[in-house]
């Protein structure tokens, strides 16, 4: 389907770019939890964390308004009767909800804990890197269904 329409395509750049946006950003966030777990200094820690809300992680859910709206304007190659369009919608409600139930308010908790006492512990530090591991492995279990299109 790609270079067919104009629209599909510039949907298509959306859902690329979004997608490499979300594993940069997942990338840095288990980064800078991984510092935590390597005995990061205060300074550091405080600019790793910085105490807002991280609205960039929240780019995965352009994603899936990309990967519907591709279906809907599609053809039959990339309709939602596509196992592989199954398993990237399954894989995005996976991250989706382990991102706003577990990693967000975990990440939000080791920010105000690193607000209040300069630092966070070491086993915090490894829940995030653990939590980002969940989060990369959802997000490479999709990228390997939209490469096969099985």
Not at 80 to 101: D, K, M, R, T
Request: aromatic share 6%; glycine share 6%.
């Amino acid at each position: 389907m790609i270079a067919q329409s104009v629209p599909y395509d510039l949907v298509f750049l959306v859902h690329i770019l979004s997608a490499l946006a979300v594993v940069a950003v997942f990338v840095v966030m288990r980064v800078s939890a991984n510092a935590i777990v390597r005995g990061a200094s205060d300074d550091e820690q405080r600019r790793k964390f910085p105490d807002r809300r991280n609205w960039a992680a929240r780019v995965l859910h352009l994603l899936v308004i990309t990967g519907l709206t591709m279906s809907i304007i599609g053809d039959h190659s990339v309709s939602l009767s596509q196992p592989w369009i199954g398993v990237g919608i399954l894989c995005y409600l996976a991250a989706a909800g382990h991102l706003e139930a577990r990693t967000l308010p975990l990440e939000r908790t080791m920010t105000e804990v690193i607000a209040h006492d300069g630092h966070a512990s070491v086993e915090r530090g490894r829940q995030l890197v653990r939590s980002m591991d969940t989060l990369l492995a959802i997000i490479a279990v999709a990228l390997i269904a939209m490469l096969v299109q099985f």
